[in-house]
């Protein structure tokens, strides 16, 4: 039998693999070892595969490719109504192959080594950032409770950091300087760190034409540049900016009914981390509204902030820049501040 569409349930070390042909007759239902996964592929005629968007999948997805099938990465939510009944691996695997040939299916694009390189150095660098909040939270609350309150910002932290290290200062007692030391070096140690992965973001992003375009844009800098870049690749895919905004999920979520449409929070659906970049550059815009000379801030947005509660403002920012940048990488152009304002 000649399978046409075939769908793969991927995992750590068992993959589920389901086959049709062009009646949708089943040709094939069995499990591979990580070892026999290519092999299989290899000997089989390029057929569609259809994957959920999930661990690895991009590993795979350019493996198979390689051999000369048609593969198609899909989002897993997308995937999850087809499943028939109960939960197991060829269960999973037979609902791929059935959403993958729906004409109404949405499919993620493949990313390649580079994008998934750069995407590395940004996740190492949130992780580390999440530890470096951490252990400045344990270090400043354990200072407290021997009376030693660090105010905020990163001056004072370091004055508690060389208090700590101070052994002739007696406001700490010798276990708790004990207990507090390798703190001390671990915020060192991940300072250091951070500003290592810092440096390698930044000496990409200015060979980058792309993502130096995107920095013209106030808000946007370039570790969140280099992200957009990395994790949208091609902006053509998305019709307009708005469709960009609405899948980073900076657009209200739909919530109509019988004609009546009541407004919402946003979706929060897509990258959470792209999203979370979008809204510190947009709170850091929003915050130069008192500043009179601030050419980051237009009318619209004073405007608005002046009638709305200032997370509001955020947001509609957050939206907004995300439009502008997907103009900006659409068209090929720099960020014009007198076309903003005009339209505005």
Known sequence: MKISTMGI???????????????????VQRTLRRGQFLAFFRKLEPCLIGMEACATAHYWARELLQLGHEVRLMPPSYVKPYVKRGKSDGIDAAACCEAVGRPTMRFVPIKSEEQQSVLSLHRTRALLVRQRTQTNNVLRSLCAEFGVVGAKGAKPLG????????????????????????????????????????????????????????????????????????????????????????????????????????????????????????????????????????????????ELAARKNPKLAIIAQANKMARVAWAVLAKGQDYRADHAGTMA
């Open 9 to 27: 349930d991927l995992a750590k070390n068992v993959f589920a693999i389901h086959g049709i042909d062009e009646a949708g007759n089943v040709g």
């Open 159 to 302: 004055d508690l950091a060389a208090m700590i290290r101070n052994e002739s200062d007696g406001r700490l007692p010798a276990q708790a300087r004990l207990a507090l030391m390798p703190l001390a070096d671990q915020l060192q140690h991940l300072a250091r760190n951070i500003a290592a992965l810092d440096y390698q973001i930044v000496k990409g992003c200015r060979s980058d034409e792309a993502c130096r375009r995107l920095q013209t844009i106030p808000g946007i800098g370039p570790i969140t540049a280099s992200a957009v870049i990395a994790t949208i690749g091609n902006p053509e895919r998305f019709r307009t900016g708005r469709d960009l905004a609405a899948w980073i999920g900076l657009t209200r979520r739909a919530n109509a009914t019988g004609g009546k449409d009541r407004p919402g929070p946003i979706s929060k659906q897509g990258d959470r981390y792209l999203r979370q970049l979008f809204v510190q550059g947009a709170a850091a815009v929003v915050g130069t509204i008192q500043n009179p000379r601030s050419t980051a801030a237009t009318p619209w947005l004073r």
